[in-house]
């Protein structure tokens, strides 16, 4: 199976969160969001630059999630992707765009936290290795059935 990748952004919340509903009645988050800027220098240091801020948005489960864990100034990482469109002012049209998260959560390199977690095998546990041991076997298989093996 092919792997799946979509774009990333990374940065920090530049502006309280807003909650609005969409016309299909689903939860929109959005934030403005600053992302830092950095010059290599010749010396091997680098120079902070200003910071450079877009439109961040979220719908449904993620919006629903990210309105009660994100605040102004915390540190995020969001995988999606970029949607451009235009909006009428004064009678001319202007091209804008938004980064879509369909996955955010805070940085861990800016963030500190507790992670609680449902109840599952430890790691490690026999139960936790036959199901590892498991996947591996069950996703050999399936690639060297798609490959022709």
Do not use: C
């Amino acid at each position: 199976m092919a792997l799946h990748t979509q774009h990333s952004l990374s940065g920090f919340i530049a502006s309280e969160p807003q909650q609005s509903i969409t016309e299909n009645g689903d939860t929109r988050f959005y934030v403005r969001v600053g992302q830092p800027h950095f010059r290599h220098e010749y010396n091997g240091s680098f120079t902070a630059l200003k910071p450079t801020f877009h439109d961040l948005v979220a719908y449904r489960a993620t919006a629903e999630r990210a309105l009660t864990r994100f605040a102004r100034g915390d540190s995020f990482v969001a995988a999606g992707y970029v949607r451009t469109f235009q909006v009428e002012r004064d009678g001319e049209f202007i091209q804008r765009e938004e980064f879509v998260a369909k996955k955010i959560g805070h940085d861990l390199a800016g963030t500190n936290y507790q992670v609680t977690r449902t109840n599952r095998p430890a790691p490690g546990s026999e139960q936790d290795a036959a199901a590892t041991r498991e996947a591996i076997v069950s996703e050999t298989e399936a690639a060297h059935a798609s490959s022709g093996w």
